[in-house]
T-cell receptor
Framework: GENVEQHPSTLSVQEGDSAVIKCTYSDSASNYFPWYKQELGKGPQLIIDIRSNVGEKKDQRIAVTLNKTAKHFSLHITETQPEDSAVYFCAASIRSGNTPLVFGKGTRLSVIA | DTGVSQNPRHKITKRGQNVTFRCDPISEHNRLYWYRQTLGQGPEFLTYFQNEAQLEKSRLLSDRFSAERPKGSFSTLEIQRTEQGDSAMYLC????????????FGEGSWLTVV
């Protein structure tokens, strides 16, 4: 089955700097890659996703890149703000299939003001 | 608020007791998922339904766990004879259609087994 590795497990950045979180996946059939943000005591919230027919997607300060050959994808947050502090999870699954999302172990991002 | 509602939000129970969690998905969503999350880990898949049919169960879902979605709307997750290792957050999520469509999570139900 699919296995998703995520790193780093913790990341501290100064406010205004960029943050990058990287994930690798094992199943070459996976073609849907969402990123979730989880704040303390809350459920995961989708922030951006990418499908394998594109290599990059942007939404304001957030971008995700995908390299299907290398089987890795990354989350980029620019101009970080204290409210970006949270745990971020990457995930992978096969779109239009019956496989559930498989999550990485998460990255705790701290933005220092 | 994603529209996925879970109750209760917190439950403390003694080892050996049974507990039940309820999930109300977004109304038009036909897929409903249960995940379990422990501290410092990502959500782990337990089971999912398409309408009222339970289509897949993880090997994490022992015989003490049972999930139902009787009318294809809300779902319940019951844990019988709870053990301390069952302490976790149980997350419910829903989506419209098959994988690759956005999956929305609820706020989770925290279980502490003492």
């Amino acid at each position: 089955g699919e296995n998703v590795e995520q790193h780093p497990s913790t990341l501290s950045v100064q406010e205004g700097d960029s943050a990058v979180i990287k994930c690798t996946y094992s199943d070459s059939a996976s073609n849907y890659f969402p990123w979730y943000k989880q704040e303390l005591g809350k459920g995961p919230q989708l922030i951006i996703d990418i499908r394998s027919n594109v290599g990059e997607k942007k939404d304001q300060r957030i971008a995700v890149t995908l390299n299907k050959t290398a089987k890795h994808f990354s989350l980029h947050i620019t101009e970080t703000q204290p409210e970006d502090s949270a745990v971020y999870f990457c995930a992978a699954s096969i779109r239009s299939g019956n496989t559930p999302l498989v999550f990485g172990k998460g990255t705790r991002l701290s933005v220092i003001a | 608020d994603t529209g996925v509602s879970q109750n209760p939000r917190h439950k403390i129970t003694k080892r050996g007791q049974n507990v039940t969690f309820r999930c109300d998905p977004i109304s038009e969503h036909n897929r409903l998922y249960w995940y379990r999350q422990t501290l410092g880990q990502g959500p782990e898949f337990l089971t999912y339904f398409q309408n009222e049919a339970q289509l897949e169960k993880s090997r994490l879902l022992s015989d003490r766990f049972s999930a139902e979605r009787p009318k294809g709307s809300f779902s319940t997750l019951e844990i019988q004879r709870t053990e301390q290792g069952d302490s976790a957050m149980y997350l419910c999520a829903s989506s419209l259609g098959a994988g690759g469509n956005t999956i929305y999570f609820g706020e989770g139900s925290w279980l502490t087994v003492v």
